[in-house]
């Protein structure tokens, strides 16, 4: 832990000054990502930690979890295009809990720095904090970053993979390098003669890989920057792919638990008399905060906990909804934690008697993953294997081992598919439990799976918040704004949970989505208020921005209309001389909703933007009155990636992302009586159904040489354009959510 405090500090100075030398400019080569932990079995040559050859074809190492986005799919197609691959001979599998996969890119995610601005600076920050996430060595699925911290180091293993091909066919045929190519897995001769990549494993494997492989130029490829056929795509549709939850090992045994529904209180006592004497159970262990029943199948599991007698300690935090609202409010009272925006003169400004004032909230939120928390996990002769479906497969390891008194290196981590993460997998208490259950029954493997009400209960929760903001608007635009935002700290609560710390500092996250947006507001501020309630919280799909964009877009909604003023020319206007970029991304989604022609008779728009994960993002939703309430019509996405490597996938995503938040949006809510979670299933936590969904037009635009985030820039978008819509169709200015509180919405 202490070790983790000296990077955060002191090694991100000496990185910038590093980076700002000049010396180091190579430090993502794919040379330079820690040891390999691929060791070769028989008839197969590992290149590199992300290349292995075989005699029936190539494997690609993925460093990050498929949880349904295809990021394996892109992530193999980085090196296959460099390796002149056949993309039908392609195979992929996750990597082991190894640092040699750490994300590089996930440690900038708290600077704090506004992405549209682009600075000196925050490029030398990015840099640096590249080099701290090398030497952290933590290996990652979240933030939007697994392109952007790929692109570069595995397009490198797949040139130095087809360089090192090359020299063994040139060793073979006798040939000059420069003669041979390579195409489809094989290389070709000038006399036609073609020898395939697995034929020359053995003399490839002593070949040295060259230090610096030239890569292809995007004009040249063939499989990058095309929309490709995801390589889990067969096995998901015909019910053949393995997700945590499938594990299946010799004489296994089944778990289940049941902790304190105050979440973070402990356990005072329990009886398990009646669970210990049912047919099938083989034991009750004892946890901090309740207990695991293993069984000889996972229902006797459940039905054996409803038995047990236990008596909890009480939740570290107020009983109801409304008072763990009342503590959040309380952090208005106490200086900022963060002002990263303070432009112009805003109290001057807002002194006027034309200012608008209005309060948002919104709620906590569940992660609902369609596969609930589960772990395999076995301690058998001094070692541990975990199967975990899970995002940061290096905590795992740790965590599990310093849970059963292990070193790291005596604990194995598989990752299978995961069944939905959005940063819940980003955690590790399911995992550790699976261990320690592991432990008490040594020498068994145990599967341990929670009830779907265990996993919508003891979640880390996207946190509630609140947002105060005032405004006005002078004959062309808004003149000043200011926001106040007031959370719980998802920044704090994870680096104390995977650090055992927290590092000093704004907290970005708070305040991500509003202080960061491109718009040209002469006086505007944004400060960050930290709340110290203990309702556990986490990472959820986009963070901070999730709620930010729901505060400033509908406030930026109700100015505008307050004035007079166009939503969307308004907001070209602003952002014109801060991003081009952005202003593209808004014009494309106006062109493609037609926002300047009125919309049928019954129906009405409503557009949002939100900048996040380095992807100007807009959205426009048209949605009708019908007898049975609001129906979503049609929904228009634009986004700029950067560099679009998949166009089918990035589609996907942006349609997949709007949903989330539409969801939310609509019906999303966690609650609390008595100190415990309220909802307990879908039947009470439900997401949209098909005949909800609007029909889905997206644009892509890609004005970079490198990718920026795709898997969660169109959350934040989507609450506060249907929100905006909500009003232009019913004149009804809903500040807070779910919007199916005050509206209905036709099912």
Same mark, same amino acid.
């Not at 989604?589 to 728009?605: D, M, N, Y």
């Given at each position: ?41 028989? @008839? ?135 003669? =041979? ?265 145990? =599967? ?193 990636? @950067? ?24 019906? @999303? ?18 997401? =949209? ?59």
């Amino acid at each position: 832990m202490s070790r983790a405090g000296r990077i955060t500090r002191r090694s991100f100075l000496v990185a910038t000054v590093a980076v700002a030398g000049g010396t180091a400019f190579g430090y993502w080569r794919y040379r330079e990502a820690g040891a390999n932990p691929l060791t070769a079995g028989p @008839g197969e040559t590992v290149f590199n930690p992300w290349v292995i050859l075989r005699s029936d074809g190539v494997t690609i190492v993925a460093p990050r979890a498929e949880m349904g986005q295809g990021v394996q799919s892109t992530l193999a197609a980085l090196v296959a295009e460099e390796m002149d691959l056949d993309w039908a001979e392609v195979r992929a599998e996750h990597g082991p809990a190894a640092s040699a996969y750490a994300n590089l890119a996930v440690a900038a995610a708290g600077l704090p720095f506004a992405d549209y601005r682009d600075s000196r600076m925050q490029r030398l920050a990015d840099d640096a904090m590249g080099i701290v996430g090398r030497l952290m060595g933590v290996q990652a699925t979240g933030g939007s970053t697994s392109m952007a911290d790929a692109f570069v180091r595995m397009r490198l293993a797949g040139a130095a993979a087809r360089a090192v091909l090359v020299a063994a066919a040139a060793q073979r045929l006798k040939q000059n390098q420069l003669a =041979l190519k390579t195409e489809k897995g094989a290389v070709v001769a000038p006399d036609g003669t073609r020898i395939r990549y697995g034929d020359l494993a053995e003399e490839a494997s002593g070949i040295a890989p060259p230090a610096n492989p030239s890569l292809k130029h995007p004009r040249d490829w063939t499989l990058l920057g095309k929309p490709l056929p995801r390589l889990d795509m067969v096995a998901k549709s015909t019910g053949t792919a393995a997700f945590g939850i499938d594990t299946r090992l010799p004489g296994m045994l089944f778990a289940s638990v049941r902790r304190n529904p105050g979440l973070g209180g402990g356990m005072l006592s329990y009886d398990a008399t009646t669970a210990q004497a049912m047919p099938g159970v083989k034991a009750v262990v004892p946890l901090a905060d309740g207990v695991a029943v293993v069984a000889s199948n996972t229902w006797i599991a459940f039905k054996a906990l409803e038995t047990v007698q236990i008596t909890w300690a009480p939740a570290p935090y107020p009983p109801t909804t409304d008072g763990i609202f009342a503590e959040i409010a309380k952090a208005f009272d106490a200086a900022p934690n963060s002002t990263l925006r303070d432009d112009g003169d805003v109290e001057r400004a807002l002194a006027g008697a034309n200012v608008l004032k209005a309060e948002y909230r919104v709620p906590y939120l569940a992660h609902a993953t369609m596969e609930p928390m589960n772990a395999a996990a076995l301690l058998k002769d001094g070692r541990l294997t975990v199967w975990a479906p899970n995002q940061a497969p290096t905590v795992i390891r740790d965590k599990c081992a310093a849970a059963v008194g292990l070193a790291a290196d005596q604990v194995s981590v598989i990752t299978p598919f995961l069944g939905g993460g959005f940063g819940r997998r980003a955690e590790f208490d399911y995992a550790v439990q699976a261990a320690l259950v592991a432990k008490a029954m040594a020498g068994t493997p145990v =599967l341990l799976t929670w009830r779907r009400e265990e996993d919508m209960t003891h979640d880390f929760f996207r946190p509630g918040a609140i947002c105060r903001l005032e405004g006005e608007v002078g004959p062309e635009g808004p003149v000043a704004l200011k926001a106040a935002v007031a959370a719980p700290s998802v920044y704090a609560n994870q680096a104390r949970r995977v650090l055992g710390l927290v590092p000093p500092g704004p907290d970005k996250i708070l305040v991500e989505g509003l202080f960061d947006q491109p718009y040209g507001i002469p006086n505007y501020r944004v400060s960050g208020h930290v709340s110290g309630v203990k309702v556990p919280i986490g990472s959820w799909r986009s963070v901070g921005n999730s709620h930010n964009a729901f505060f400033q877009e509908c406030f930026l909604d109700e100015l505008a209309h307050a004035s007079g003023l166009d939503p969307v020319a308004m907001r070209l206007k602003l952002m014109a001389q801060q991003s081009p970029r952005a202003a593209k991304v808004v014009e494309a989604v106006a062109e493609l909703a037609g926002w300047g022609s009125a919309p049928a008779a019954g129906r009405a728009r409503g557009m949002a933007f939100c900048w996040s994960f380095g992807t100007p993002t807009a959205e426009i939703v048209e949605i009708s009155q019908s007898a049975q309430g609001i129906r979503l019509e049609k929904m228009w996405i634009a986004q700029d990636v @950067g560099l679009a490597l998949d166009p089918g996938t990035i589609a996907a995503q942006a349609i997949s992302g709007a949903v989330y938040g539409l969801t939310a949006a609509i019906m @999303g809510e966690i609650t609390f009586a008595d100190g415990a979670v309220q909802q307990q299933n879908f039947y009470d936590y439900d997401a =949209l159904r098909m005949p909800q969904v609007p029909q889905f037009e997206t644009k892509i635009l890609a004005s970079l040489d490198h990718p920026t985030g795709v898997g969660e820039p169109a959350t934040p978008p989507a609450a506060p354009a249907l929100a905006n819509a909500v009003f232009a169709l019913t004149g009804k200015r809903i500040r807070s959510l779910p919007l199916g509180k005050v509206v209905t919405f036709a099912s």
